[in-house]
Protein backbone atom coordinates (compact mmCIF):
# COMPACT_ATOMS: atom_id res chain seq x y z
CA UNK A 1 0.00 0.00 0.00
CA UNK A 2 1.03 3.60 -0.43
CA UNK A 3 -0.41 6.65 1.15
CA UNK A 4 -0.12 10.14 -0.14
CA UNK A 5 -0.37 13.28 1.43
CA UNK A 6 -0.51 16.67 -0.42
CA UNK A 7 0.40 20.39 0.13
CA UNK A 8 0.23 24.13 -0.62
CA UNK A 9 -3.29 24.43 -1.82
CA UNK A 10 -4.76 27.82 -1.42
CA UNK A 11 -6.26 30.83 -2.44
CA UNK A 12 -3.86 32.77 -4.89
CA UNK A 13 -4.89 35.93 -7.40
CA UNK A 14 -4.85 35.37 -11.14
CA UNK A 15 -0.89 35.66 -12.30
CA UNK A 16 0.15 34.23 -9.13
CA UNK A 17 1.92 31.33 -8.04
CA UNK A 18 2.04 27.92 -5.86
CA UNK A 19 3.72 24.95 -5.03
CA UNK A 20 1.89 21.42 -4.28
CA UNK A 21 3.86 18.96 -2.58
CA UNK A 22 3.14 15.51 -2.00
CA UNK A 23 4.98 13.05 -0.07
CA UNK A 24 4.34 9.05 -0.64
CA UNK A 25 4.73 6.75 1.91
CA UNK A 26 4.19 2.55 2.58
CA UNK A 27 5.61 0.45 -0.05
CA UNK A 28 7.25 3.29 -2.01
CA UNK A 29 9.89 0.94 -3.44
CA UNK A 30 7.95 0.08 -6.18
CA UNK A 31 6.44 3.08 -7.47
CA UNK A 32 7.48 4.55 -11.04
CA UNK A 33 5.22 7.29 -11.56
CA UNK A 34 4.00 10.32 -9.78
CA UNK A 35 2.06 13.48 -10.86
CA UNK A 36 -1.03 15.64 -10.70
CA UNK A 37 -4.40 15.39 -11.56
CA UNK A 38 -7.02 17.90 -11.16
CA UNK A 39 -11.13 18.17 -10.45
CA UNK A 40 -13.12 20.99 -11.62
CA UNK A 41 -16.46 21.47 -10.08
CA UNK A 42 -18.88 19.64 -12.50
CA UNK A 43 -16.13 18.38 -14.80
CA UNK A 44 -14.03 14.76 -14.83
CA UNK A 45 -10.69 14.53 -13.01
CA UNK A 46 -7.80 15.40 -15.95
CA UNK A 47 -4.33 14.88 -15.71
CA UNK A 48 -2.40 17.92 -15.27
CA UNK A 49 1.28 16.67 -14.88
CA UNK A 50 3.12 13.40 -14.58
CA UNK A 51 7.32 12.51 -13.90
CA UNK A 52 8.81 8.78 -13.72
CA UNK A 53 11.06 8.05 -11.57
CA UNK A 54 13.89 8.58 -13.69
CA UNK A 55 12.42 12.46 -14.41
CA UNK A 56 11.00 11.75 -17.61
CA UNK A 57 7.69 14.66 -17.31
CA UNK A 58 4.20 14.68 -19.57
CA UNK A 59 1.55 17.87 -18.66
CA UNK A 60 -0.89 18.57 -20.71
CA UNK A 61 -0.96 21.87 -23.39
CA UNK A 62 -3.18 24.32 -20.46
CA UNK A 63 -0.45 24.31 -18.30
CA UNK A 64 2.91 23.92 -20.84
CA UNK A 65 4.99 26.84 -19.70
CA UNK A 66 3.03 27.72 -16.66
CA UNK A 67 3.44 24.67 -14.29
CA UNK A 68 6.33 22.39 -13.67
CA UNK A 69 6.18 19.11 -12.24
CA UNK A 70 9.48 17.48 -10.34
CA UNK A 71 10.57 15.00 -7.82
CA UNK A 72 12.60 13.71 -5.20
CA UNK A 73 13.09 9.82 -4.94
CA UNK A 74 15.16 10.95 -1.72
CA UNK A 75 12.44 12.17 -0.24
CA UNK A 76 9.71 10.34 -2.01
CA UNK A 77 8.24 13.49 -2.80
CA UNK A 78 6.42 14.93 -6.26
CA UNK A 79 6.03 18.79 -6.30
CA UNK A 80 4.28 21.09 -8.86
CA UNK A 81 5.47 24.54 -8.66
CA UNK A 82 2.39 26.49 -10.79
CA UNK A 83 2.73 29.83 -11.69
CA UNK A 84 1.06 32.64 -14.00
CA UNK A 85 -2.36 31.00 -12.48
CA UNK A 86 -5.81 31.72 -14.36
CA UNK A 87 -9.11 31.51 -12.78
CA UNK A 88 -9.87 27.90 -14.54
CA UNK A 89 -6.65 26.24 -12.90
CA UNK A 90 -9.11 26.43 -9.67
CA UNK A 91 -9.76 23.18 -8.71
CA UNK A 92 -9.19 20.14 -6.13
CA UNK A 93 -5.75 18.54 -7.24
CA UNK A 94 -4.72 15.23 -6.26
CA UNK A 95 -1.55 13.31 -6.35
CA UNK A 96 -1.12 10.30 -8.00
CA UNK A 97 1.52 7.06 -7.92
CA UNK A 98 1.26 4.18 -10.17
CA UNK A 99 3.44 1.30 -8.93
CA UNK A 100 5.79 -1.19 -11.06
CA UNK A 101 2.79 -3.35 -11.01
CA UNK A 102 0.50 -0.77 -12.58
CA UNK A 103 -1.83 -0.11 -8.77
CA UNK A 104 -2.81 3.50 -8.97
CA UNK A 105 -2.92 5.28 -5.54
CA UNK A 106 -4.71 8.60 -4.89
CA UNK A 107 -4.06 11.83 -2.30
CA UNK A 108 -7.15 13.04 -0.58
CA UNK A 109 -7.15 15.93 -2.74
CA UNK A 110 -6.17 19.87 -2.35
CA UNK A 111 -8.39 22.77 -3.19
CA UNK A 112 -6.46 25.40 -5.33
CA UNK A 113 -8.95 28.54 -5.85
CA UNK A 114 -7.50 31.49 -8.45
CA UNK A 115 -9.61 34.27 -7.50
CA UNK A 116 -8.98 38.00 -6.98
Known amino acids: QVQLVESGGGLVQPGGSLRLSCAAS????????MGWWRQAPGEERELVAT???????NSQDSVKGRFTVSRDNAKNTVYLQMSSLKPEDTAVYYC??????????WGQGIQVTVSS
Open 96 to 105: YARNIMHQNY
Open 26 to 33: GSIFLLST
Open 51 to 57: ITRDGTS
